[in-house]
Each structure stands twice: as structure tokens, then as C-alpha cells.
């Protein structure tokens, strides 16, 4: 299980001494505590990844504030998170691979509009989560559909 891996990184890293990297596997434990304790359930591998696809897209678009205000210090230190976080999220996939689900999702779907993107994302979420930006997705999506 990825939440299990998670807390024997964390151990690992203490033992190491890696501040840093504990620092931010606390951060993803506390994530993953926060939204158990708030929808009183045990999160699943699929869930897990939702949250740490969360955590990813935040960076993100901190990385783009700090870099914007010209706060490189702060960037590195979201740039070093990310790539602490990625470490748990499955392979990207590539354009080829995410055309051919996009494909594959309108016709499971039936879709043939933009008012069915609903039913691909749908389709599509799952096998996607943490493997790309659900933004790009989106813009596929939309862009075979004609939007």
C-alpha cells in the first residue's frame, strides 16, 4: 500500500537524518491524516494519489507565483517538495499514450459534443490520476470534442 511506503520512507528518512525530505513526507502524511479524519475513512491507493496530485498542482502553482515575484528561494524550496511528492506518483504518461486514452475514453463514453466532456472525464479520471494534469486532460478533451 503507497500510504504504508510513505510512512517507512518517513522512518527511513529519520534514521538518515534527512531533515528535509522528513519535512515533506510529514507534510504529504499530514495531508493524507487530514482528509481520513475529515471523511471518517481509510484512504485507498486511488485516494492517496488524488492527494498527492493535489499537493503537486499546489507547488506548482506556487513555484509560478514565486518565480513571477522573483522569490527563487522560495521556488527551490517548492521544486524540491515536487520532486519529493512525484516520487510516489506513478510514471507520467507521455502525449502518444494520454491521445490514445482520450481516444479511447470519447468512445467508451459515446461522446460526440462538448456537453458529454462530463461523461469522458469521468472515463478518463481514474485512469489518469497522478500520471497527468488533469488541466492538459482537459484540454484534450475538449479540443477532440470540439470545443
Known amino acids: 500500500m503507497l500510504k504504508q511506503q510513505i510512512q517507512d520512507d518517513m522512518k527511513a528518512a529519520m534514521r538518515a537524518g534527512e531533515k528535509d ?3 515533506v513526507i510529514r507534510l504529504i502524511m499530514a495531508a493524507i491524516k487530514q482528509r481520513e479524519v475529515d471523511e ?4 485507498d491507493d486511488a485516494q492517496v494519489l488524488a492527494v498527492l496530485d493535489k499537493m ?12 513571477s515575484a522573483g522569490r527563487n528561494d522560495l521556488a527551490e524550496v517548492e521544486r524540491f517538495e515536487v520532486g519529493v511528492i512525484q ?7 507521455s502525449e502518444s499514450e494520454l491521445s490514445a486514452l482520450v481516444e479511447a475514453a470519447v468512445v467508451e463514453a459515446g461522446a460526440s ?8 472525464m469521468g472515463v478518463l479520471r481514474p485512469k489518469v490520476q497522478g500520471r497527468a494534469d488533469m488541466g492538459a486532460v482537459s ?5 477532440r470534442l470540439g470545443g
Open 21 to 23: 525530505k522528513l519535512g
Open 40 to 43: 471518517r475513512i481509510e484512504l
Open 56 to 67: 503537486v498542482k499546489q507547488r506548482r502553482d506556487s513555484i509560478a507565483q514565486y518565480d
Open 87 to 93: 516520487a510516489y506518483l506513478p510514471e507520467a504518461l
Open 113 to 120: 459534443e462538448m456537453r458529454d466532456m462530463g461523461k469522458v
Open 139 to 143: 484540454a484534450l478533451v475538449r479540443r
